[in-house]
C-alpha cells in the first residue's frame, strides 16, 4: 500500500472523467487534504467505491436546509463540533470521531459555530444541496 500526500505516483494513478484519482488500496492523507480547502461547504472527492463518493467539507456557519430524497448521508467529524439540525427531530451534536447518518428524505442543514472538518459519503450522483441546480461543483482532490 503506498501512501499519498501531495502528489501522485504514476503507477497508482487512473483517469476518471478527464481527472486523475487515486487507485483504491491507497492511503489519502485526510490532514493533507483539508488543507488543500479554502472555502466552507464547498465538498471536495478525495475517493470513490462502490458508486459512492467519500468527500471531505470545511463547515462553518450555516448550510441551507436541503433534504437527499433518495439517500442517505453519512456525516463523520475529523475535527471539531458540527450541529445537524433537522425538521421535527431533535438535533445531532457531534465532535471529532463521531458519526451520524442522516436517513433518506429527511430535511436536515449542518450548522458549525467555528470551523469543522466533515467527511461525506454519499452516492456519486447526489447534489451536496440535494438539487443539481443549486449544488456547488465538487472537485477531486
Known amino acids: ?6 502528489g501522485y505516483i ?8 478527464g481527472v486523475l484519482v487515486a487507485m483504491p488500496g ?18 471536495h472527492i478525495v475517493a470513490e467505491f462502490n458508486g459512492l463518493h467519500v468527500k471531505l ?3 462553518h456557519g450555516e448550510f441551507l ?10 456525516f463523520l467529524v475529523h475535527r471539531g463540533s458540527v450541529e445537524i439540525q433537522m425538521r421535527n427531530r431533535p438535533s445531532a451534536h457531534l465532535s471529532a470521531g463521531d ?12 450548522v458549525a459555530d467555528a470551523e469543522c472538518e466533515i467527511l461525506l459519503i454519499e452516492p456519486a450522483e447526489t ?7 443549486t449544488a456547488t461543483a465538487e472537485v477531486w482532490i
Open 99 to 110: 458519526l451520524f447518518v442522516v436517513p433518506a428524505g429527511l430535511e436536515h442543514r449542518p
Open 127 to 133: 447534489p451536496n444541496t440535494g438539487d443539481a441546480a
Open 1 to 6: 500500500m503506498r501512501h499519498i500526500e501531495s
Open 57 to 59: 467539507a470545511k463547515a
Open 10 to 17: 504514476a503507477s497508482d494513478i487512473v483517469r476518471s472523467k
Open 65 to 74: 436546509w436541503h433534504t437527499h430524497e433518495e439517500t442517505d448521508e453519512v
Open 26 to 43: 491507497n492511503v489519502v492523507e485526510l490532514r493533507s487534504k483539508f488543507k488543500m480547502i479554502d472555502k466552507p461547504w464547498s465538498p
